[in-house]
């Protein structure tokens, strides 16, 4: 019998047997050859370090999901359940790789240092977005699904042409593997062999659509129809993605081509603080991810090698309370925009239409400053 | 001084660019050893190699969205679009991401991309090939969008526009790439100048103003109507978006009369922009109200019919009649 969609199973099993993982969710640790090799550096103060990162992150999105519900924000787009995802490919990175985003990278830019003034900027609606890529080595954060994919492959292409010794990085998610652009920019990075790492958080979820609604099978094996190199991992391990990220770093270095990576990961909040969750998924679900998280394991896998978890614990609420405390100061001492903040940037020298309508309204207002003068 | 056809004219001005600016690269589908399929690049990657001009994959998006990211790392990618219609694929990463970028990086991120759109009809073309975008593009800001229509400013728009740290739509009326003139590579324009309207004909009774294609129409159109006695200003508005306001307005305010032809649909169209925009700025200076000859809002058409949805010389004439109120026009659209 025919049928007009493609069947599928949102709760299809997946575990160890189909992505790379280095740390069980219990916190065992066990072989994995192909990945060893890239973390085999990361002792117990390295792994210390990562999971006081994924704390400090997980505050971060505690706080601004806050921050939006106390009306600071305008929106905000919650990373929880994707520590793992954002450290261990973020501290896998060199200071000269470029980053292109998406819109949920906040792990990614606490990495390269963003501070929090400029991370909120964009999501409190005072201005288009944050920071000066070429300070972070960051793009902005790119609100429209997969088009970032495109700047890197070109970005990659640039580096390649020049020479230069770094690679370029471009964070999606699983619904942005249906858009056309992530497709042509695989394309362009595999017939240029662009030094491109295409990390996609598969998440699970796009908005209220499942990653089943996007792919019949896993995202990884459809970018190595592309020729890419490609890693699937367990996302919620830190040190699965690290090392993942690590190879496919020096994999594209070496002028082999792009690759591709994909983070089995789980968001375990809403798309934005728009949406509402329990209307679309289960809470079953939630359960058996929540049963998968990234801070625990590497507690566990701590706790297993002896280390002192209550003085962790001490130092990762510290430094959490820290950038917490940040993040709210940055708040209450961001200027709001001015008028002038309108019409600024939109060219880069003088556009005489623009600059007549800058002039018309400048003078509109000021007829109100005079009107109120008169009035007094 | 040379004499060079428009398509030479573009050739001669991206290698002049190339060899000027080691960041300038060509990006494009067929654009290598074929040329481009009109041939404007033609011997430019013999000459530069493959990294200089680079011949892409068939994907629109792809070619501009890259060319993003090359302008990202610091160079100064033109595009060639292969036609007019083709470029719809890439119009999010046009209008969302290339307009945009300096504006949404405060000014941090400079993308001085320019896209060369072979563009207009006339060319007895199949579906897609024939098309006017224009207003699409004027009506997104952070674009900048300007078409040349003779050979000198075809070789100096290009320069310019190539120099222009912003996005610069580059429409290239192909129907005229094989009309020839005169072109002074030497020339070194004002640096704002890309951006203003010239006058190419003098008058006294009627502003007609046309860009690209139909530049040399709207001048054959005014030589005609000398005969029948009427005197038309003939403007050359070069740049579509910023429209270059102060010339249009002296000389409508001169003349009292416009009118404005464009081979692109009339609804929403650049001509229905510049009539509003004069009727504000030169309201009591009008002896008519704007009169606009345009393309129809259709599809653009089979290439049998196509000779009746361009503006020819007699449709631009009888635009003329209605502006002047003379009887006889024939589309009668004042009712």
Same mark, same amino acid.
């Given at each position: 019998?025919?049928?007009?969609?493609?069947?599928?199973?949102?709760k299809?099993?997946?575990?160890?047997?189909?992505?790379?993982?280095v740390i069980?969710?219990?916190?065992?640790?066990h072989?994995?050859?192909?990945?060893?090799?890239?973390?085999?550096?990361?002792?117990?103060?390295?792994?210390e370090?990562?999971?006081?990162?994924?704390?400090?992150?997980?505050?971060?999105d505690?706080?601004?999901?806050?921050?939006?519900?106390?009306?600071?924000?305008?929106?905000?787009?919650?990373?929880?359940?994707?520590?793992?995802?954002q450290i261990?490919s973020?501290?896998a990175?060199?200071?000269?790789?470029?980053?292109?985003?998406?819109?949920?990278?906040?792990?990614?830019?606490?990495?390269?240092?963003?501070?929090?003034?400029?991370?909120?900027?964009?999501?409190?609606?005072?201005a288009?977005?944050?920071?000066?890529?070429?300070?972070?080595?960051?793009?902005n954060q790119?609100?429209?699904?997969?088009?970032?994919?495109?700047?890197?492959?070109?970005?990659?292409?640039?580096?390649?042409?020049?020479?230069?010794?770094a690679?370029?990085i471009t964070?999606?998610?699983?619904?942005?593997?249906?858009?056309?652009d992530?497709?042509?920019?695989?394309v362009?990075?595999a017939?240029?062999q662009?030094?491109?790492?295409?990390?996609?958080?598969?998440?699970?979820?796009?908005?209220?659509?499942p990653?089943?609604?996007q792919t019949?099978?896993?995202?990884?094996?459809?970018a190595?129809g592309?020729?890419?190199?490609?890693?699937?991992?367990?996302?919620?391990?830190?040190?699965?993605v690290?090392?993942?990220?690590?190879?496919a770093?020096?994999?594209?270095r070496?002028?082999?081509?792009p690759?591709f990576?994909?983070?089995?990961?789980?968001?375990m909040?809403?798309?934005?603080t728009?949406?509402?969750?329990?209307?679309?998924?289960d809470?079953l679900?939630?359960?058996?991810?929540?049963?998968?998280?990234?801070?625990?394991r590497?507690?566990a896998h701590?706790?297993?090698?002896?280390a002192?978890?209550?003085?962790?614990?001490?130092?990762?609420?510290?430094?959490?309370?820290?950038?917490?405390?940040?993040?709210?100061?940055?708040?209450?001492?961001?200027?709001d925009?001015?008028v002038?903040?309108?019409?600024a940037?939109?060219?880069?020298?003088?556009?005489?239409?623009?600059?007549?309508?800058?002039?018309?309204?400048?003078n509109?207002l000021a007829?109100?400053?005079?009107?109120g003068?008169?009035?007094? | 001084m040379?004499?060079?056809?428009?398509?030479?004219?573009?050739?001669?001005?991206?290698?002049?660019?190339?060899?000027h600016d080691?960041?300038?690269?060509?990006?494009?589908?067929d654009?290598?050893?074929?040329?481009?399929?009109?041939?404007?690049?033609?011997g430019?990657?013999?000459?530069?190699?493959?990294?200089?001009?680079?011949?892409t994959? *068939?994907a629109?998006?792809?070619? +501009?969205?890259?060319?993003?990211? #090359?302008?990202?790392?610091? !160079?100064? %990618?033109? &595009?060639?679009?292969?036609?007019?219609?083709f470029v719809?694929?890439?119009?999010?990463?046009?209008v969302s991401?290339?307009?945009?970028m300096h504006?949404?990086?405060r000014?941090?991120?400079k993308?001085?991309v320019?896209?060369?759109?072979?563009?207009?009809?006339?060319?007895?073309?199949p579906?897609h090939?024939?098309?006017?975008?224009?207003?699409?593009?004027?009506?997104?800001a952070?674009?900048?969008?300007?078409s040349?229509?003779?050979p000198?400013d075809?070789?100096?728009?290009?320069?310019?526009?190539i120099a222009d740290d912003?996005?610069?739509?580059?429409?290239?009326?192909?129907r005229r790439?094989?009309?020839?003139?005169e072109?002074?590579?030497d020339?070194?324009?004002?640096?704002?100048? *890309?951006y203003?309207a010239?006058? +190419?004909?003098?008058?006294?009774? #009627?502003?007609?103003?046309? !860009?690209? %294609?139909l &530049?040399?129409?709207?001048m054959?159109?005014?030589?005609?109507?000398?005969?029948?006695?009427?005197?038309?200003?003939?403007?050359?508005?070069?740049?579509?978006?910023?429209?270059?306001f102060v010339?249009?307005?002296?000389?409508?305010?001169?003349?009292?009369?416009v009118?404005?032809?464009h081979?692109a649909?009339?609804?929403?169209?650049?001509?229905?922009?510049?009539?509003?925009?004069?009727?504000?700025?030169?309201?009591?200076?009008?002896?008519?109200?704007?009169?606009?000859?345009?393309?129809?809002d259709?599809?653009y058409?089979?290439?049998k019919l196509?000779?009746?949805?361009?503006p020819d010389?007699d449709?631009?004439?009888?635009?003329?009649?209605?502006?002047m109120?003379r009887?006889?026009?024939l589309?009668?659209e004042?009712?």
């Amino acid at each position: 019998m025919l049928t007009v969609s493609p069947t599928f199973d949102p709760k299809a099993p997946e575990g160890p047997d189909t992505y790379l993982q280095v740390i069980s969710p219990d916190g065992t640790r066990h072989p994995c050859p192909e990945l060893d090799e890239w973390v085999g550096d990361i002792d117990v103060p390295a792994l210390e370090k990562l999971y006081i990162d994924m704390a400090c992150i997980r505050r971060l999105d505690a706080e601004g999901t806050a921050l939006q519900r106390q009306g600071e924000l305008g929106l905000w787009a919650p990373l929880l359940g994707q520590e793992a995802a954002q450290i261990g490919s973020g501290r896998a990175l060199e200071n000269d790789d470029f980053i292109f985003p998406s819109y949920r990278e906040h792990g990614v830019a606490y990495c390269r240092g963003v501070n929090p003034h400029d991370l909120l900027r964009m999501w409190r609606g005072a201005a288009p977005s944050g920071w000066n890529p070429y300070e972070v080595n960051m793009a902005n954060q790119q609100i429209v699904i997969g088009a970032q994919t495109l700047h890197a492959a070109g970005y990659a292409m640039g580096l390649k042409f020049d020479g230069s010794a770094a690679a370029a990085i471009t964070y999606f998610g699983d619904g942005a593997t249906s858009q056309g652009d992530v497709s042509e920019a695989m394309v362009f990075a595999a017939s240029y062999q662009a030094p491109l790492v295409f990390f996609c958080q598969n998440n699970h979820w796009a908005i209220s659509e499942p990653v089943a609604r996007q792919t019949t099978g896993h995202i990884a094996d459809r970018a190595a129809g592309f020729g890419l190199a490609t890693w699937r991992v367990d996302g919620n391990d830190v040190l699965a993605v690290m090392a993942a990220t690590r190879a496919a770093l020096a994999h594209v270095r070496t002028g082999s081509g792009p690759a591709f990576i994909e983070a089995v990961t789980y968001r375990m909040g809403a798309h934005t603080t728009a949406d509402d969750p329990t209307r679309y998924r289960d809470a079953l679900e939630l359960e058996e991810w929540a049963a998968k998280d990234p801070l625990d394991r590497v507690a566990a896998h701590l706790d297993s090698l002896g280390a002192d978890l209550g003085e962790l614990k001490k130092r990762s609420e510290s430094a959490a309370d820290e950038l917490a405390a940040g993040l709210r100061e940055a708040i209450t001492t961001m200027p709001d925009p001015t008028v002038d903040d309108l019409f600024a940037h939109v060219y880069s020298h003088p556009h005489q239409g623009l600059e007549e309508q800058r002039e018309n309204y400048s003078n509109y207002l000021a007829g109100f400053a005079v009107q109120g003068q008169g009035t007094k | 001084m040379k004499t060079l056809t428009f398509s030479q004219a573009l050739n001669t001005s991206l290698r002049s660019a190339m060899e000027h600016d080691s960041k300038v690269v060509l990006m494009g589908e067929d654009i290598g050893k074929l040329g481009g399929v009109f041939r404007i690049t033609d011997g430019l990657q013999k000459d530069f190699g493959q990294h200089r001009v680079i011949d892409t994959p *068939l994907a629109e998006s792809g070619i +501009v969205g890259t060319a993003i990211g #090359l302008a990202f790392r610091g !160079y100064r %990618p033109v &595009v060639e679009i292969q036609f007019d219609g083709f470029v719809y694929p890439a119009f999010d990463q046009i209008v969302s991401q290339l307009a945009k970028m300096h504006f949404r990086s405060r000014g941090n991120v400079k993308l001085p991309v320019t896209i060369r759109i072979p563009f207009g009809g006339g060319i007895g073309s199949p579906e897609h090939h024939s098309e006017s975008p224009e207003a699409y593009f004027a009506h997104t800001a952070g674009l900048r969008v300007v078409s040349p229509s003779n050979p000198q400013d075809a070789y100096t728009m290009l320069q310019q526009a190539i120099a222009d740290d912003d996005p610069v739509i580059f429409l290239e009326p192909k129907r005229r790439y094989h009309v020839r003139g005169e072109v002074d590579t030497d020339l070194v324009p004002d640096p704002g100048s *890309l951006y203003n309207a010239q006058v +190419v004909r003098e008058g006294a009774d #009627l502003t007609l103003i046309a !860009y690209g %294609p139909l &530049v040399k129409t709207a001048m054959d159109a005014a030589a005609a109507a000398q005969d029948e006695g009427i005197d038309i200003e003939v403007i050359d508005l070069r740049s579509i978006e910023p429209v270059d306001f102060v010339t249009l307005s002296a000389s409508v305010r001169k003349t009292g009369r416009v009118v404005i032809a464009h081979e692109a649909s009339k609804f929403g169209g650049i001509g229905a922009e510049l009539a509003a925009s004069l009727t504000e700025r030169c309201f009591d200076h009008l002896d008519h109200a704007p009169v606009r000859v345009t393309g129809f809002d259709i599809p653009y058409p089979p290439s049998k019919l196509e000779h009746h949805h361009l503006p020819d010389l007699d449709r631009i004439l009888d635009g003329v009649d209605r502006a002047m109120r003379r009887t006889g026009d024939l589309l009668g659209e004042e009712g």
